[in-house]
RNA sequence: GCGCCUGUAGUGAAGGGGUUAUCACCUGAGGUUUCCAACCUCAUGUCCCGGGUUCAAAUCCCGGCGGGCGCACCA
């Protein structure tokens, strides 16, 4: 922040080297929505693939995709559109926003149901006065809803529908599914990445705050009265932390995530465990850091689902910004779907340490005898007896019926049983801690952390110092010049190199090769092979690290089997 | 959404009611060059969009779109 020209030079070197870039542009662009260009798609397919892999590993979590589109029932079950759906009132002296719903509260028994023009109507009648400037000036309140709206299907019979603004939903969605690939025992988990979209008000900042953008997230469900035992000692760091939302010393701590647990900084180990992986994975594509921070909640701040939530913010030329939240969702969504869908399928089963065996007794309705008796009423004085909790001890005995009417019950009706009553297990519904990634956001600062702006013979020079796992190709072959073979030679080992699974590599020959070098720099590529006028004589070229301008000159074949094997950066 | 500032080649800038809009870097072709943005020749490419004022608008005015900052909003 001390530079404030920093983030332009980086911004226009973005758009000059194809990373980030405005989308529409000629069309005017459109705000909130950028294009990851040549360069850029690679970078975030990279960091997308490091992403689904760290999570992938212990084969506990799984991948799954779905729809962008998602219909109303669904975003009313999570609470998106009650929550999206509120109308605003501003304050026309002072410019002041405020939910409508809240400003009338006390003038109305239900806001929740007033529309805008009975909102507006309570608001003057009652000359409700701003709560920042006292006034009582209101411009017409609006709707404000974030979510972009669609209809599924065109004519009368089409559904309203949005889209998503989280990837989490489709989780939730395939619930039942996961629980059956997991073979019914929790904890498992799901991962997904792709686009979210919300309509903001205002978007700023670049890629800060976009309409559409990279979500990564995972939902891991567990049971929350045996949650899976975490181990953090091999996780020495000390990390910055500020925690206790409520507290009145609010400050950044540096702490152990093993400590932070044990003293009870981080209240469920199960959140601790995934603050610790999120910094890992973070650390992993190349975040400085001693950028990272985890920020806890404010009650007022969290969202209408979460009962604990951390932040994890990262600290680039825009200050610290919220990249990851973790947040314990308990079982409100599953259990909200339940509701609303009337399935019954989003639980779990919960098997007892001991089978709870319970001798009942019981009355056992003799249905030869009910029946006749009570002709249509017989079913419900059947399912009365049934659900009957306290035997009686004496016939006849008065039995109320659902529907409030009173039967008498005789001896000859029922036999007095005992029965044994075993119980193995209990339905529940399981709990899901949730890490949210804004892909763009960490991306944003992976290059923000990686740009380098340094001198060399008096000359300004960029340098992208991304991780070998994030970079948009792993090396770039260079033919010292074109002339002579070199140029033949530098296209077959390219070729080469591109032929081996996941590898990539770039060929670059036109100008000096100090500019390639340069523009190789500039892009973030790791390594340069310079093929030159020895290679056509002994088959070896040099290989350049890009962090420090070292060449090495190895043999060709040698070269091969490190790029094979990953092991390039072995060499130095 | 409000207020202030703002929009000129790919990037960064200069200029500005009147011939063909300027510069650097970049990019491309050729030359030269035995490893770090060298040099020479040539070339491509720009006034955000729409309306208005005017004989004439890239320039002035209005609106839109985009960008920056502040306020507000923001899972």
Not at 271 to 282: M, N, R
Not at 461 to 478: F, G, M, Q, R, T
Request: negative net charge.
């Amino acid at each position: 922040m001390t530079d404030e020209k920093r983030i332009e030079r980086l911004s226009a070197m973005l758009k000059r080297r194809g990373i980030i870039l405005p989308a529409f542009e000629i069309y005017g662009g459109v705000s909130g929505l950028i294009d990851y260009g040549p360069v850029g798609a690679s970078i975030r397919r990279r960091v997308i693939q490091n992403w689904i892999e760290h999570w992938t590993i212990n084969g506990d979590i799984v991948e799954i995709d779905s729809p962008t589109i998602t219909p109303e029932n669904v975003l009313i079950a999570s609470g998106h559109v009650g929550e999206f759906n509120d109308l605003m009132s501003q304050c026309e002296k002072c410019s002041s926003a405020f939910r409508a719903d809240q400003l009338v509260e006390g003038h109305h028994p239900n806001p929740d149901i007033l529309n805008s023009k009975e909102i507006d109507e309570i608001l003057n009648s009652n000359k409700i006065k701003c709560p920042n400037c006292s006034q009582s000036q209101w411009a017409p309140s609006k709707p404000m809803n974030l979510m972009f709206g669609t209809k599924i299907g065109a004519m009368k019979s089409s559904r309203q529908a949005y889209m998503r603004p989280e990837t989490a939903q489709g989780m939730f969605m395939l619930y039942p599914s996961l629980y059956r690939h997991f073979r019914q025992k929790l904890p498992f988990g799901a991962i997904q990445t792709g686009k979210g979209y919300r309509n903001e008000i205002s978007p700023r900042q670049g890629m800060i705050r976009l309409r559409e953008f990279n979500m990564a997230e995972l939902e891991y469900f567990i049971d929350p009265e045996n949650p899976p035992e975490v181990d953090l000692s091999a996780s020495k760091e000390k990390i910055s932390m500020i925690p206790d939302p409520n507290g009145n010393q609010r400050k950044e701590i540096k702490i152990t995530f093993q400590d932070a647990i044990k003293n009870n900084v981080i209240k469920d180990t199960t959140v601790g465990y995934f603050l610790s992986k999120t910094w890992d994975f973070l650390i992993g594509v190349g975040i400085d850091a001693s950028k990272i921070r985890f920020r806890q909640h404010e009650g007022n701040e969290m969202a209408h689902y979460a009962e604990d939530c951390w932040d994890c913010e990262i600290l680039g030329e825009h200050g610290w910004i919220e990249c990851v939240g973790i947040a314990n969702r308990t079982c409100h969504d599953l259990q909200s779907h339940e509701k609303y869908s009337n399935s019954n399928s989003l639980r779990a089963w919960r098997e007892f340490d001991e089978v709870k065996v319970e001798n009942k007794e019981i009355l056992s309705p003799r249905t030869s005898v009910l029946g006749p008796q009570f002709r249509d009423k017989a079913g419900s004085v059947i399912s009365a007896l049934e659900s009957l909790e306290n035997i009686p001890e004496n016939l006849p005995f008065t039995l109320q019926l659902d529907d409030g009417s009173n039967v008498e019950i005789t001896s000859e009706m029922v036999d007095r049983k005992t029965i044994n009553n075993s119980v193995a297990g209990e339905w529940f519904t399981p709990h899901v801690i949730e890490p949210a990634f804004g892909i763009d956001r960490i991306i944003w600062h992976i290059l923000d952390h990686a740009f380098e702006e340094i001198e060399k013979e008096g000359e300004k020079y960029n340098l992208l110092k991304l991780k070998e796992s994030i970079s948009p190709a792993d090396l770039i072959v260079l033919p010292l010049f074109e002339k002579d073979g070199m140029g033949m030679a530098a296209r077959k080992l390219n070729t080469q190199i591109n032929q081996m699974q996941g590898v990539k590599c770039l060929i670059d020959s036109s100008k000096s090769i100090g500019r390639r070098y340069a523009r190789a720099d500039e892009i973030g590529v790791p390594w340069a092979i310079t093929v030159d006028h020895q290679t056509l004589e002994d088959e070896t070229v040099t290989v350049r690290r890009r962090d420090d301008q070292k060449q090495i000159r190895i043999d060709i074949g040698q070269l091969l089997d490190l790029i094979n094997t990953n092991l390039v950066s072995t060499l130095f």
